[in-house]
């Protein structure tokens, strides 16, 4: 009923011959790699500015972009 450690090692043994220990480790590698981008990323973002907004005056009529006029029209 379920998965045995037998059936284990066997999936393990055709994982090592189809991608070989190298591709293996290259490829945690390049995981641990993008982790730490990502952190680095946000970590970035963090210290930046807060968003500068833009004022207009009330009397002014305020105009909307295609993609609002789209999202309205569905």
């Known amino acids: 009923m379920g998965i045995s450690i037998w059936q284990i090692l066997i999936i393990a043994v055709v994982v090592v011959l189809l991608f070989g220990r190298g591709k293996i480790s290259e490829l945690m590698g390049d995981v641990a790699k993008g982790i730490k981008s990502f952190k680095k990323g946000m970590a970035e973002d963090d210290t930046e500015e807060p968003p500068k907004t ?12 295609k993609a609002e006029d789209q999202t309205k029209a569905s």
């Open 54 to 65: 833009i004022d207009h005056e009330s009397g002014e009529p305020v105009k909307s972009t």
